[in-house]
Structures are given as structure tokens and as C-alpha cells.
């Protein structure tokens, strides 16, 4: 089994009436194996996020990790109003359609995991298990005007090691414990520009549908949450400012009634970096 740093890189063409586009994802373990473990990343995130996960999983799992639209290795849209969660669940579905398999389990990171609800509360969803990583039915105002706040401005760095410098500051909550898990966190968030300096690894306009959703209230995503039958784990950064307290102890009343694990000392959100954060996918997923 070849399992490349980065996995194999591939693309499925998704879209519709607003134009067409091609979705990047990235594969690893062996491509003929029926159980596919989805991973999806956060805002302005990408697939790489998931190299350790997908690599220390991949004797178990196809793992399968896209660059939604509008990062990574993936196109980008003409109208920005496109980068929204209906949006990004239709190409899921497009892309699970493509791997050939009926269901499917998913991890999914902040956005990720927004995605993920939004498919688990359908009829007929292919997903099976999945995991939420600091992310629920509601989310703090505030906490996603930082997040927002932050793409695309600044964007583009003339100095290296100004962008690498940038890039660890706004992801200090991530709570990295070694210089080799930032520099490759750093790595995959930064891609050379022609000038020969740095630009962040999405397309900047990625916010403009948030931006006009921030209209002074909280996000209510209960009854979608409230819909999903499958079981669910829930991850919450012990220090998160998404995911409160209150939330998730909600969410292991409502809906799926998931179960909680907390990673104490990190942030939003948990990055699967380390053994340990590894493990809480690992025992969840080897239940079933």
C-alpha cells in the first residue's frame, strides 16, 4: 500500500447551475477498502490537516480528505456567495458518489463538522459514525467574529518569516506541543507567490458569506442536530471559545446524545497532531 506524504492527490468535478469546478481530495490506505473514513477541515484549513490522522489510520480505513472549494488544491468560485454549506454538502455527496460506496464515516473539524450535520440529518445520509471536532448547533457570535476576522486581510506577505510568524499567532489556540507539528502546520497553511513571497492557501473572499450572516445573533442549528440518528463523538477544545460548555453538555442530551471527550490546554479547535487526539478517533471509530 503507497501511502506518499500528503496521500494521492486527486479531483472529481463538481457544481451546477453557477459554473462548474473541480474539488481536490486527498486519499490514503487502500483504495478498495469499504470503510471510508471522511475527513473535512475547518474554515480557512485544508486536506493536510489530516496527514497524521489518515496515515496512522490507513491500515483500517480509506481515508479520503477534501480541500473544499476555495482552498488548498481546489478551484476556486467565480461568485463567492457560493462558499456556504449547501454549497460544500453537495460536493461531498458528489465526491462520495464518485469513491462508490454506500456510507460512509465522517470527521469533521469546525466547518467540517457543520457539513457533517447538515448530511447526518438527512434521509438517506451515507453517513454511518461520525465525529464532531468543537463544533455544535450553536456557535458564539463572537468567537466566529475572530475567526472571520482574520481571513484575507492580511493575506499576502512580502516577508517569510513575518507570514510564518502570522500564521502561528492566529493558530495559538490549536496548542501545538512541538516545533516540528507548527512548521508542518505552517507549511500546508502558506503557499509561495511569484513575487517570492507567501500567501494563505485559500482564496481570500472565502468569508463574504459569513460575513453578511453575522448579524448580531448566535447560530441556532438545533434542529438539524436534533434530526441525526447515527452515533456521534463529540471533541471539545477544554479552552475552545466556538463550543461552550453548556453546548455540548446539550448535545449529549439532544439529538444522537453524543459522547464527550475533552482535550484539556487546547483551543478551537483539537488538530489530531499528537497520539493522544489520535486515540479518541481511533477507539471511536474501532467500536463499531
Given at each position: 500500500m503507497n501511502n506518499p506524504i500528503g496521500g494521492n492527490v486527486h479531483k472529481v468535478l463538481c457544481g451546477g447551475a453557477l459554473g462548474l469546478y473541480h474539488m481536490a481530495y486527498r486519499e490514503w490506505g487502500d483504495p478498495q477498502n469499504p470503510r471510508v473514513l471522511v475527513c473535512v477541515h475547518g474554515l480557512t484549513r485544508n486536506s493536510l490537516d489530516f496527514e497524521r490522522l489518515a496515515q496512522s489510520l490507513s491500515t483500517h480505513y480509506r481515508v479520503?480528505?477534501?480541500?473544499?472549494?476555495?482552498?488548498?488544491?481546489?478551484?476556486?468560485?467565480?461568485?463567492?456567495?457560493?462558499?456556504?454549506?449547501?454549497?460544500?454538502?453537495?460536493d461531498v455527496i458528489t465526491l462520495v458518489a464518485k469513491l462508490g460506496v454506500e456510507q460512509v464515516d465522517w470527521l469533521g473539524t469546525s466547518m467540517g463538522g457543520l457539513i457533517g450535520m447538515m448530511l447526518a440529518g438527512q434521509p438517506k445520509s451515507p453517513i454511518r459514525r461520525m465525529i464532531l471536532n468543537d463544533v455544535g448547533p450553536t456557535l458564539s457570535l463572537e468567537a466566529l467574529k475572530r475567526i472571520v476576522g482574520y481571513v484575507g486581510e492580511p493575506y499576502e506577505f512580502a516577508d517569510v518569516a513575518a507570514a510564518r510568524r502570522y500564521v502561528r499567532l492566529i493558530f495559538t489556540p490549536f496548542a501545538l506541543p512541538t516545533e516540528s507539528d507548527w512548521d508542518a502546520l505552517i507549511d500546508s497553511t502558506l503557499k509561495p507567490t511569484a513575487s517570492g513571497g507567501m500567501r494563505f492557501n485559500y482564496d481570500r473572499h472565502i468569508n463574504k458569506p459569513l460575513q453578511q450572516a453575522l448579524l448580531g445573533q448566535d447560530i441556532n442549528l438545533?434542529?438539524?442536530?436534533?434530526?441525526i440518528q447515527c452515533p456521534t463523538l463529540l471533541i471539545r477544545g477544554g479552552l475552545s471559545d466556538l463550543l461552550s460548555v453548556e453546548t455540548a453538555a446539550e448535545m449529549c442530551r439532544r439529538g444522537p446524545k453524543a459522547t464527550l471527550k475533552v482535550v484539556e490546554n487546547v483551543g478551537h479547535a483539537p488538530m489530531f497532531m499528537s497520539a493522544d487526539q489520535i486515540a479518541l478517533v481511533r477507539d471511536f471509530l474501532e467500536l463499531a
Open positions: 479520503i480528505a477534501p480541500d473544499v472549494v476555495g482552498r488548498g488544491e481546489s478551484d476556486w468560485l467565480i461568485d463567492p456567495m457560493g462558499y456556504n454549506t449547501f454549497t460544500y454538502a453537495a438545533w434542529p438539524i442536530y436534533d434530526r
